[in-house]
C-alpha cells in the first residue's frame, strides 16, 4: 500500500515552456501532498504544500506563479513550471503523508520516484 | 535553514563494516525518521523513532535519539555493497512540516 506515482520521470523542453509534472496516491487518498526540489548531491528543500480542494502553501522565496500547484482531487496533485528556464533545471520530487495508522502506516512520508527537469 | 545537518557528507566503507550516520536539528520533534535515496531516484522510508523513543532496530538498522542533545544516529550493520545510497534525516516537527537533513552519500565498496 502507499504508493505514490510521479509521472514524467524525465523531461526535455525550450526555454520558455511550460511543463507539468503529476504526482498520483495509487492506493490511498492524500488530502495532503508535498512538493520538493533537489539540487545534485543536495538535500530536498521543500517548496510547497498541497491541500486537496485549496491553495497550495508556498515556502519563502518560492515563486508561486512560476511553479504552479493545482490538488484537484484526493489522488492527484500537479506541478506546472512555467516559462522554464535553464536555471529551472533540477529533479523535483512529490510526497504524501498518511495519518498515522492508515493503511498500517506509522506517520512516514511515501515519495513519488522524482522527476529530472532539463530545460535547454 | 530549513535543513537539520548530517554528518559524514560523505562516507567509503568496506563490506562487511558498519556505517553510522549523525543528524542533528534545532526544532522540538514529533518524530524523526531516516529515508534512503538511490542516485536519481525517489526517497524509500526506512524508519521512524518517535520524540519518546530512545532506540529502535529493524533488521541490519539502529536508530538512536537523543532530544536533549537534538541528535539522532543511524547504524548499518554488516554492510552491502548495495547499501551504496544516500541517507537522509527527516523531522517532523508538527504542521505537515517535514524538515530533511542534507544527507550522508554512503558508498559501500565490494
Known amino acids: 500500500g502507499a504508493v505514490v506515482s510521479q509521472h514524467p520521470s524525465r523531461v526535455i523542453c525550450k526555454s520558455g515552456t511550460s511543463v507539468k509534472i503529476e504526482c498520483r496516491s495509487l492506493d490511498f487518498q492524500a488530502t495532503t501532498m508535498f512538493w520538493y526540489r533537489q539540487f545534485p548531491k543536495k538535500s530536498l528543500m521543500l517548496m510547497a504544500t498541497?491541500?486537496?480542494?485549496?491553495?497550495?502553501?508556498?515556502e519563502q522565496g518560492v515563486e508561486k506563479d512560476k511553479f504552479l500547484i493545482n490538488h484537484a482531487s484526493l489522488t492527484l496533485s500537479t506541478l506546472t513550471v512555467t516559462s522554464a528556464q535553464p536555471e529551472d533545471s533540477s529533479f523535483y520530487i512529490c510526497?504524501?503523508?498518511?495519518?498515522?495508522?492508515?493503511?498500517?502506516?506509522?506517520?512516514?512520508?511515501?515519495f513519488g520516484e522524482g522527476s529530472r527537469l532539463t530545460v535547454l | 535553514s530549513q535543513q537539520g545537518e548530517e554528518d559524514p557528507q560523505a562516507l567509503s566503507i568496506q563490506e562487511g563494516e558498519n556505517a553510522t550516520m549523525n543528524c542533528s536539528y534545532k526544532t522540538s520533534i514529533n518524530n524523526l525518521q531516516w529515508y534512503r535515496q538511490n542516485s536519481g531516484r525517489g526517497l524509500v522510508h526506512l524508519i521512524l523513532i518517535r520524540s519518546n523513543e530512545r532506540e529502535k532496530h529493524s533488521g541490519r538498522l539502529r536508530v538512536t535519539l537523543d532530544t536533549s542533545k537534538k541528535s539522532s544516529s543511524l547504524l548499518i550493520t554488516a554492510s552491502r555493497a548495495a547499501d551504496t545510497a544516500s541517507y537522509f534525516c527527516?523531522?517532523?516537527?508538527?504542521?505537515?512540516?517535514?524538515?530533511f537533513g542534507a544527507g550522508t552519500r554512503l558508498f559501500v565498496k565490494a
Open positions: 527527516a523531522m517532523d516537527t508538527g504542521g505537515f512540516k517535514t524538515i
Open positions: 498541497s491541500n486537496e480542494g485549496s491553495k497550495a502553501t508556498y
Open positions: 510526497s504524501a503523508s498518511l495519518l498515522a495508522g492508515q493503511l498500517g502506516t506509522t506517520g512516514e512520508l511515501f
